[in-house]
T-cell receptor, first 112, second 111 residues
Framework: GAGVSQSPSNKVTEKGKDVELRCDPISGHTALYWYRQRLGQGLEFLIYFQGNSAPDKSGLPSDRFSAERTGESVSTLTIQRTQQEDSAVYLCASSLDSYGYTFGSGTRLTVV | RKEVEQDPGPFNVPEGATVAFNCTYS??????FFWYRQDCRKEPKLLMSVYSSGNEDGRFTAQLNRASQYISLLIRDSKLSDSATYLC????????????FGKGTRLSVIA
């Protein structure tokens, strides 16, 4: 597609439920990144995929968070047993090289 | 020390004013530098890259001082549409290491 596509755009879930967020990167972009942005805060790195290399999971805040990517296409970020502090906008970006990212419009997650 | 530090602002300036934002970064091995713009409740978008020699794009000028680990963005002749949060962004020493984003500086251009 022309841009990075994320779904759903909004998600309200009850505390304790699992959620799955999806990201479709720009076709041909080998690198894919997940960031989190809490209200009024900066972007917080979560995880990074580069081609077929092992992902860099150094930013995942707890073992409730996991992500997968199929080849160089779709990625899913899964949050298990959601907590209220997980409420944030989850942003996905893709890039062809280190020359700047293209972000999706994000998934706004609200845990009630 | 935070990896990327910016004055959060807000900077409230009249239309037509010149405004400058500064940013410092902690990793002396950083190789790539950018300014992103983020509008309210929107995703960040690349504004411009920052080169060692300094670079200009219309009303926007970016400069890098590696010795001081300092990046600046100058906006001339501010427009109402420049109102946004400006994010200073730095990456690591090689390849596609994840970009590190500053928390941003908020600019409001007032009529």
């Amino acid at each position: 597609g022309a841009g990075v596509s994320q779904s759903p755009s909004n998600k309200v879930t009850e505390k304790g439920k699992d959620v799955e967020l999806r990201c479709d990167p720009i076709s041909g972009h080998t690198a894919l990144y997940w960031y989190r942005q809490r209200l009024g805060q900066g972007l917080e790195f979560l995880i990074y995929f580069q081609g077929n290399s092992a992902p860099d999971k150094s930013g995942l805040p707890s073992d409730r968070f996991s992500a997968e990517r199929t080849g160089e296409s779709v990625s899913t970020l899964t949050i298990q047993r959601t907590q209220q502090e997980d409420s944030a906008v989850y942003l996905c970006a893709s890039s062809l090289d280190s020359y700047g990212y293209t972000f999706g419009s994000g998934t706004r997650l609200t845990v009630v | 020390r935070k990896e990327v530090e910016q004055d959060p602002g807000p900077f409230n300036v009249p239309e037509g004013a010149t405004v400058a934002f500064n940013c410092t970064y902690s990793n002396s091995a950083s190789q790539s530098f950018f300014w992103y713009r983020q509008d309210c409740r929107k995703e960040p978008k690349l504004l411009m890259s920052v080169y060692s020699s300094g670079n200009e794009d219309g009303r926007f000028t970016a400069q890098l001082n590696r010795a001081s680990q300092y990046i600046s963005l100058l906006i001339r002749d501010s427009k109402l549409s420049d109102s946004a949060t400006y994010l200073c962004v730095v990456n690591g020493i090689s390849g596609n290491t994840p970009l590190v984003f500053g928390k941003g500086t908020r600019l409001s251009v007032i009529a």
